[in-house]
């Protein structure tokens, strides 16, 4: 089965903080997404990564940068952490190749910014 | 938007199939359905997809309508812990998944 792991379950933090969420797949997954989910919202893609280093915006960029330095870790990073960014996070990875590849979760990082 | 129309809520006995209604109307030719849940705190769990012909795995069955506006996401034996927020996904143009609201199951004894 595919493992898709999220380093916290929860998260507390400080607005002004620099948080990274870390996120980490054993499939040898080209793609991996970040996205947060807020009540009424959906899930909301932040940004995504088709390879090494390799990164690409998605809806809600705003507030976020991330780092794909291996095939298996991609961390979000919130340079300034605002209150508003309080959210809970996802992570997925998916194969590249087929379009029709789903796309696999991990359990979730509920970040809260005081 | 999401390219899915889900009802909001719906429950089942315990024991009973549970037959989950979506209808995706403007969906094209390539596009994949995708059925995944989530379980309150937790990350969405893929359950199954497929394109016009029917699926079926350890988890669950998907029946497409011929002219694949629509779609059936079948639990055969629903248990207390299928309790969740069931979704059904088109992935839009960009290849993005785009959940919607889902339907919350309950699973009632």
């Known amino acids: 089965d595919v493992k898709v792991t999220q380093s916290s379950r929860y998260l507390v933090k400080r607005t002004g903080e620099k948080v990274f969420l870390e996120c980490v797949q054993d499939?040898?997954?080209?793609?991996m997404f970040w996205y947060r989910q807020d009540p009424g919202l959906g899930l909301r893609l932040i940004y995504f990564s088709y390879d090494v280093k390799m990164k690409e915006k998605g809806d809600i960029p705003e507030g976020y940068s991330v780092s794909r330095e291996k095939k298996e870790r991609f961390s979000l990073i919130l340079e300034s952490a605002s209150t508003n960014q309080t959210s809970m996070y996802l992570c997925a990875s998916s194969l590249q190749g087929a379009s029709n590849q789903p796309q696999h979760f991990g359990d979730g990082t509920r970040l809260s910014i005081l | 938007d999401a390219k899915t129309t889900q009802p909001p809520s719906m429950d089942c006995a315990e024991g009973r199939a549970a037959n989950l209604p979506c209808n995706h109307s403007?969906?094209?030719?390539?596009?994949?359905v995708y059925w995944y849940r989530q379980i309150h705190s937790q990350g969405p769990q893929y359950i199954i997809h497929?394109?016009?012909n029917n699926e079926t795995n350890e988890m669950a069955s998907l029946i497409i309508t011929e002219d694949r506006k629509s779609s059936t996401l079948i639990l055969p034996h629903a248990t207390l812990r299928d309790t969740a927020v069931y979704y059904c996904i088109v992935r839009d143009s960009w290849g993005k998944f785009q959940f919607g609201a889902g339907t919350q199951v309950v699973v009632t004894p």
């Open positions: 403007t969906i094209s030719g390539n596009e994949y």
């Open positions: 497929g394109l016009k």
């Open positions: 499939m040898d997954h080209e793609n």
